[in-house]
Every structure is written in structure tokens, then in C-alpha cells.
């Protein structure tokens, strides 16, 4: 596909097999691509409840592969066109069971992906397991990866900080099944796919890891929860699903969904990286001088400041991190909140106000 071509197929739904679609799009076209593939859950005999009711699994023939090594086959074929339609500073996101993603992540780094993270998506709400002779598979796991180690890929660390209440996010997310209004339906009442993920499993995902106006490949489209949540997150999306069913639910769903409508509300916490200022800088500006002296703020250490912008005590020499850090015996230290130097009125004030009006200034 030519990039014309390229932006007639931006959110969209393409009803037609994943590996043929990206094998004809253009090379280093897409962002982020977050794919749900099968998992070859190897099921075998009906699941049932203790009342002997059938439990609702996945039967589906696109689920059902006939060994190991035709799910290794075509796990490497679809990766494979995914990672050749993804840009050098892109990332993915597959996500699996302990049936597959084990598998997944071997073919992952064979293929030269570098893998981020692996996020335990713990489900709140997992079904029991009816039998009794295993654990309860309450969690699903995602693996993120760059493209190759080098990737300048996207994270928006201080968004994920503000999602938590200002708390470093975890890679454990206790996040429900997909329940209530949002799973889609059949004409009859049952579900329209048997793993629908939940939205906010996507809006975790997608703000993590991409910027407004990015376009986010789905090559397992489903029932079109990534369309959905990058449609209200202001990003484009390009969907790719076999099953024509499927991809009919998905455009109905999308279509309902009301994207923001003011710029304002889709920007997000983000720390703007500082310019840095060598402590030279202070020196060359006058700010302070050579022969000034630097103590800490209990005044228990001190030190001169030499003309080329290093500082000496009588024990070390060296900048204002290294001798920062030899003061206190320790493996490293900000100079720039450990140091003060005296004002006019002999009050102690922390260098780094200094290196704050340089930066003002640039």
C-alpha cells in the first residue's frame, strides 16, 4: 500500500487475514500495536459447572491449531509482518495465557523485539475453576517491547504516576473482566466474543504508550475494544479481523463512540526534560566566583570553588556531585541540593536556585 492508500485505511476495519493485510501495508507506518491472538487453548472436552451447565470457553475454530509447531509457525509469520510495519521507535503489546505466551515471548526476541516489561493483568473477577484440581486462573499477562533495544519508544511515565494518584505504576494491574453493558452481544443474547477485553485494559495501555495523533495497529481486531478506546483518546487506529461477524460488531461500536471534543482534556502529565547546566556555568556567569565557598546545610562540610567549576575540600576534589558524595561517604549525590552558598545576609541558599535563573534565561 502506498502511503494514499495508507490514510484511507486509518480507522477503519479491514475484514481479512491479519498477515496478508500487513504484508501489503507500507514498511515503518504504524506507532504501537497491541495484539490479542489466539491462544491455542487446547480445550478439548466441554467445560461444566458442578450443575452440569456448560461453561462459556472458546471453542472457536480460530482458537483450535493442530500442534505446538503450527502455532510457532504462525505466531513467527504474523509477528513477523507486524514488526515489519512497525516504525524503529515503535513498541508492541501481545497479551496471552500461560497456554501461549511463553511461546509468544521466545518467538518475540527470536524476531530481534526488545521486551520492556511483562504486565500481570490481575482479574478481579475470574471464573472459578469449576473443577477443583488446579489453581484459579485469575490473571492474563502482556508482554512490551521496542522494536529493537535502541528504540527511542514511547512512555508516558508521569500520565501513568497521575492514573495512580501520583504513585509509581506497577506492572500489576487488578483490572475486571469484561462485563455488564460493555460486552457486546449476539442477536440472542450471548456473548459476540468469547475474550472481549475491557476497556480499561486498553486505556492503561494506549496512554502508557502512545501520543495523541498516533495510529495503533490491531491485528486481532475482535470486537474492536482498542478502536474503541483510541477513538476516545484522540489517536487513529487501524483494525485488521477475519471474521466478518466479529468486524460488524466492532464498526457498530466504534460508530457509538464520542471522542473528545476539546484538545485541552486529551493532554496529559508529562515532565519536560530541563536543559542541562553544568555547574561551570554558575562560575562563568558570576553567580559565584572562584575562592567562594560551598557548605552543606548543616554547615558540617565545606568546600572552595576553584575557576574551572570544580570544587575542592580537604579531603577531595572534583565536581559537585563527586565531592558531594565523598563528604557524605556515599555512592552518589546531587550536588546541586546538597551544596548552599551564603547571600549577602550570611543565610544559606541551595545552588540549585542558581541553576534554576540559568535556565530561565536559556
Known amino acids: 500500500m502506498s502511503r494514499k492508500q495508507e490514510k484511507t485505511i486509518l480507522n477503519t476495519i479491514i475484514n481479512d487475514d491479519c498477515v496478508k493485510v500487513m504484508n501489503q501495508m507500507e514498511e515503518n507506518s504504524v506507532d504501537l500495536i497491541f495484539a490479542d491472538p489466539p491462544y491455542n487453548l487446547q480445550l478439548g472436552d466441554a467445560l461444566t459447572r458442578p450443575d452440569n451447565s456448560n461453561v462459556s470457553g472458546v471453542y472457536e475454530e480460530w482458537d483450535n491449531f493442530e500442534s505446538m509447531e503450527a502455532y510457532d509457525e504462525y505466531t513467527r509469520q504474523w509477528m513477523t509482518a507486524a514488526r515489519r510495519v ?69 512512555f508516558n511515565y508521569e500520565a501513568m504516576k497521575a492514573l495512580n494518584e501520583d504513585t509509581q505504576m506497577r506492572s500489576d494491574w487488578s483490572i475486571p473482566l469484561c462485563t455488564g ?60 479481523e477475519k471474521d466478518s461477524v466479529y468486524a460488524k460488531g466492532a464498526k457498530e461500536r466504534i460508530d457509538k463512540v ?38 552543606d546545610a548543616t554547615r558540617k562540610h565545606c568546600a572552595i570553588i576553584r575557576s574551572d567549576g570544580t570544587i575542592k575540600n580537604e579531603v577531595t576534589e572534583g565536581s559537585i556531585h563527586q ?27 541551595c545552588i540549585d536556585e542558581l541553576r534554576q535563573q540559568i535556565r530561565s534565561e536559556i
Not at 494506549?206 to 490491531?218: E, F, P, R, T, W
Not at 471534543?261 to 554558575?282: A, D, H, I, M, W
Open 181 to 240: 453493558k460493555e460486552r457486546l452481544k449476539d442477536k440472542n443474547g450471548e456473548k459476540l466474543h468469547p475474550t472481549q477485553k475491557p476497556e480499561a485494559l486498553l486505556y492503561r495501555v494506549i496512554m502508557a504508550s502512545s501520543k495523541v495523533g498516533d495510529v495503533i495497529l490491531d491485528p486481532f481486531f475482535g470486537t474492536g475494544t482498542t478502536g474503541a478506546v483510541a477513538k476516545k483518546l484522540g489517536r487513529n487506529f487501524i483494525g485488521i
Open 86 to 154: 512497525l516504525k524503529e521507535d515503535g513498541a508492541l503489546w501481545v497479551i496471552g495465557s500461560y497456554h501461549n505466551i511463553f511461546r509468544v515471548g521466545k518467538i518475540l526476541q527470536d524476531l530481534g523485539f526488545w521486551i520492556l516489561n511483562d504486565i500481570i493483568w490481575n482479574k478481579v473477577n475470574p471464573m472459578p475453576n469449576f473443577k477443583g484440581t488446579r489453581f484459579t486462573n485469575a490473571h492474563e499477562t502482556l508482554i512490551w517491547a521496542s522494536k529493537n533495544p535502541n528504540s527511542k519508544y514511547t
Open 258 to 295: 464520542i471522542p473528545v471534543k476539546n484538545e485541552l482534556c486529551l493532554e496529559y502529565s508529562s515532565k519536560k526534560k530541563q536543559p542541562r547546566v553544568p555547574f561551570g556555568n554558575v562560575v562563568e556567569r558570576g553567580l559565584l566566583n572562584p575562592g567562594d565557598f560551598l557548605y
Open 323 to 349: 565531592v558531594g558524595a565523598a563528604a557524605q561517604n556515599a555512592a552518589a549525590c546531587n550536588g546541586w541540593v546538597f551544596w548552599y552558598f551564603e547571600d549577602e545576609n550570611k543565610e544559606l541558599v
